[in-house]
């Protein structure tokens, strides 16, 4: 968990590196080698490692547009995925979807800029899994902002009901965007909601990667062993604004300080150093995350953009089928 959360924290301040080359000075969000918007998860890497510990490749996972955590902790491949942050025809998504959009079907995992978008079709793989009779499971991030959605509400019902093999995760980091959770609900943790459903919901305070890791363990082994959904709702912290280029003035700075000191990384590094684990062996994981990261950077930078006309490809309507139907858009 610690090798895979030193490899996220450093994989995007590299990738931020990367984002600002040529955007500066007035910020040209379309300018640079990662065009676009750039959504940076540093501070809620616990809850992407301690629930991913427990997955299987042939497990689902869905994130929302903050994914690059949890998609290291399920272990998708690192260079292909960075290959389409950059836009590369070698991406994931052939450099068509950039960093809210990643597909690894090797190891089931998608994202969506969409809020809440990713619940129904946890939900859909959990069904299918429950069909199929495999032990599967899947596995549904998405932030506290997204439990007001109706795909997040109704994807809990139809888990409930029909018992699926599905754990919802809420990565609560106080902020949607500007606007803080208790401004929008009076519930005071997403955790509550799990009531109206009749399922579990868990609580789980302070960034702390081990109290993920074992509530995880009972919510993902309740869904594998046929027992039905959970809820869990983890307290991470967002350490930047909401996208790159976020001023956050509408951030108390004693908020962003209260991020800073409350750092999930340094908390299960002393945590590891309580048990017994030597600064050495720290000391290697960190540089070998490092070095795993310069290697997916290097080799992403390398890779050729794509045509312009391959983003006609790989579309619901091509030409062929245009014309086929007599439709010509
Ligand atoms: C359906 C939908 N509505 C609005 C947006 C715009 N939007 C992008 S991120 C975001 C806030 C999300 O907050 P939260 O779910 O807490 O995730 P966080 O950004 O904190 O990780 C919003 C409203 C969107 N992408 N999708
Ligand atoms: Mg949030």
Known sequence: MYEEMVTARYYEERLQEEYLEGKQPAFDISAGPIPGELHLAAGQEAAAAGVCAHLRDDDTVTA??????VAIAKGVDLERMTAEIFGRRTGLCKGKGGHMHLFDPDVNFACSGIIAEGCPPAVGAAM??????EDSVAVAFL??????????????????????????????????????????????????????FDMPGVRVDHDDAVAVYEAAREAVGRARDGNGPTLLDVQVHRRMGHFMGDAEAYRPEEDKEAAERRDSIERLADDLRDRGVDETELDEIRADAEARVE???DWAK????????????????????????????
């Open 64 to 69: 929302p547009h903050r994914p690059h955590h």
């Open 128 to 133: 299918a899994a429950q069909k199929r009779g």
């Open 143 to 196: 932030g506290e902002g997204a439990v007001d959605q109706g795909g997040f509400l109704e994807s809990l019902n139809l888990a409930a009901v029909q018992n699926l093999p599905v754990v919802f995760v809420v990565e609560d980091n106080d902020w949607a965007i500007s606007m803080p959770q208790e401004r929008v609900t009076d519930v005071e943790v997403s955790a509550q909601r799990a009531e109206g």
């Open 295 to 297: 290697e997916a950077i």
């Open 302 to 329: 390398e890779q050729p953009e794509p045509d312009p006309e391959e983003a006609y490809e790989d579309v619901f309507v091509d030409d062929a089928t245009a014309a086929a139907t007599g439709g010509d858009d």
